[in-house]
């Protein structure tokens, strides 16, 4: 059985791929170049600041940076790293050639998914029913997000 998420974190999933088309063209102009650029560098586990968000923060400055713009413009960022996991993912699959590589991959990739829900869903229930939950949500979504395609892009397919 699926768990249940939170209902705001089911709004949100459902609603990040809309939001992004109710932005003005000029808030996510450039969004894709900077967050490729961004995975260009990213790694998960180095130490410092992170060009995560920083495409986010880009949209920001040509919207009214009200909570649903900031979600908004968060949930843009996140379709373009949710874009590089999906490219990441199909590529280490075609690579798993070894017997059973590739249906593990698609197991740990699910599982990976029920992961997220859980830990986005617990972070947005932290907040209750303050307005910054939504925005809580989308960050969470959008790290988890680029962390796991930085992961995907660095996983060798046969060691």
Not at 23 to 52: I, K, Q, T
Not at 58 to 75: E, F, K, R
Not at 142 to 152: D, G, I, P, V
């Amino acid at each position: 059985m699926r768990p249940v998420l939170p209902a705001t974190l089911s709004l949100l999933l459902v609603a990040l791929p809309a939001g992004a088309q109710d932005l003005p063209a000029d808030a996510v102009a450039g969004m894709e170049e900077s967050v490729r650029a961004c995975f260009a560098e990213y790694s998960p586990y180095a130490e410092g600041p992170s060009c995560l968000g920083q495409a986010a923060q880009g949209c920001l400055g040509a919207t009214d940076q009200s909570t649903l713009s900031t979600v908004a413009c968060i949930g843009a960022e996140t379709a373009v790293w949710d874009d590089l996991l999906n490219t990441e993912y199909k590529a280490r699959r075609a690579e798993m050639t070894a017997a059973g590589l590739s249906e593990k991959l698609l197991d740990a990739q699910r599982a990976w998914i029920a992961y997220r829900d859980a830990e986005c869903g617990l972070e947005v229930a932290r907040w209750g029913d303050a307005s910054l939950a939504g925005v809580v949500g989308a960050n969470c979504l959008m790290e988890m997000t680029a962390t796991r395609a930085a992961q995907l892009r660095d996983k060798k397919a046969d060691p």
